[in-house]
């Protein structure tokens, strides 16, 4: 039986200039020739990137999204180069996997280039320009910058989701006034000198700021989008920045997304499930928030870690009518040695006891008394006999599936044939 799924590989921050291409080798001599380190074990990125290739051959995910820093201090040349590695490797602009509808990128904070921030603080999206025209240069207009970039995501297996593409970066690299009595001492030596053309002099006066936040703007357009979406349709939302803080304390200015209280509070409002990737912290936590007043909604947030560390595979499984019924994230991580291993997958079930079941759990809990198990063939004749119908084998399937997300009861040999099934209904 297909099972209707939609997959996303999910791609973490790169810091294309501080990851070592090379191999991964801990080099105390520096004498050695680099060619023989080189020939000593194997490059972590290039372990990695071939581990992508291998999941992608012979069916690749159905979408993959780059969650931003590409770079990490917004050199563009180096923004530029990975760019290059990344299309070079994955075919991105040949649509060896994926067609431009299929692939995500957003900014990171890193990513930004100081030198291209608006010096009259009235144009927040120039210094993106050149990063949107480095995906333009390999035929992908796909950074989500100025506006909201909201596509639909078809899975092979015939799941849908909608994803929304948002820039949380808008106030990244802004300039901030210094306030104090510095500030009085100085003004007007340095207003002389600026009215003598020296304009470095009253860069003075102000600090660059790494201040992430949401356009209220793109905020709106993302939650409207979302209000008109049918319960089949689950919202992916794509992101640079984490919404809650992360695990690690962390002692700098500004460095959370500033508005990402908001932005979590009007997600969780909309008494539906939403799933929100993101990188930045280089880590990979999966939290669910979980908004139970004043609206019930929740929030799926998932992490990816440093490119160069692994990547993540989302799957969304849907049941019954087309429902999303839970999701499933695997880790391919970076082992000593160069293997890049696929986790135990961690499934998070989306569906509830308060949505409306499937007709026949009825008869599969009769069947399943609470501290039972039973092999797939004989609950089908149980099945069978207690609705008194003709049950096909798919149906009977798509049931106990939204059964097991909904927490009714366990699949054994879940990805084996279900005849191989054996179901598990916990004593309560």
Not at 77 to 97: A, H, I, M, P, W
Not at 108 to 122: A, F, Q, S
Not at 232 to 246: E, K
Not at 352 to 365: K, T
Request: aromatic share 6%.
């Amino acid at each position: 039986m297909a099972v209707k799924t939609i997959t996303i590989l999910q791609v973490g921050d790169v810091h294309f200039d501080q990851l070592s291409i090379g191999p991964d080798v801990d080099v105390k001599d520096q004498q050695i020739s680099p060619d023989l380190v080189r020939q000593m074990a194997p490059s972590r990125l290039r372990s990695v990137m071939q581990a992508i290739g291998k999941l992608c051959d012979p069916v690749s995910p159905d979408a993959i999204v780059f969650c931003g820093d590409l770079s990490s201090r917004g050199q563009h040349q180096v923004y530029v180069d990975c760019v290059t590695y990344l299309n070079e490797s994955l075919g991105l602009s040949e649509g060896r996997f994926w067609t431009p509808d299929e692939i995500h990128a957003v900014p990171g904070n890193h990513d930004i280039d100081r030198n291209t921030v608006d010096p009259t603080g009235k144009d927040y999206f120039a210094k993106f320009v050149p990063l949107e025209a480095t995906w333009r240069e390999i035929q992908l207009d796909i950074l989500a910058c100025a506006d909201v970039r909201p596509t639909l995501l078809r899975g092979q297996g015939g799941g849908e989701v909608t994803a929304y593409s948002m820039n949380s970066c808008i106030g990244c690299g802004e300039k901030r006034a210094r306030q104090g009595d510095f500030t009085a001492m100085v003004r007007a030596d340095l207003e002389a000198r600026k009215k003598e053309g020296d304009e470095a002099a009253a860069d003075v006066l102000w600090e660059g700021l790494d201040t992430p936040l949401f356009f209220e703007e793109h905020l709106t357009t993302v939650n409207d989008a979302i209000d008109r979406l049918a319960p089949t349709q689950l919202p992916i939302v794509i992101a640079h920045h984490n919404l809650l803080p992360q695990a690690t304390p962390r002692a700098a200015v500004y460095t959370e997304l500033v508005n990402g209280g908001a932005a979590r509070v009007r997600l969780a409002a909309h008494r539906r499930w939403i799933i929100y990737l993101h990188g930045h912290i280089h880590d990979d936590p999966i939290e669910v928030i979980d908004q139970r007043f004043p609206n019930r909604g929740q929030v799926l947030s998932i992490s990816a870690p440093l490119l160069e560390e692994g990547f993540n595979v989302v799957s969304v499984e849907f049941g019954n009518a087309g429902r999303p019924m839970g999701v499933s994230v695997v880790h391919y991580r970076y082992k000593n040695g160069g293997d890049v291993r696929a986790r135990p997958e961690i499934r998070i079930g989306l569906a509830s006891r308060a949505d409306e079941p499937s007709p026949l759990l009825n008869g599969i809990l009769a069947a399943l008394t609470p501290g039972t198990t039973m092999r797939f063939r004989d609950l089908d004749g149980a099945v069978r006999a207690i609705h008194k119908t003709a049950v096909s084998q798919d149906e009977l399937c798509d049931a106990l599936r939204e059964a097991e997300w909904a927490s009714y009861l366990t699949i054994e040999q879940r990805d084996d044939d279900a005849g191989q099934w054996t179901i598990r209904r916990e004593a309560v």
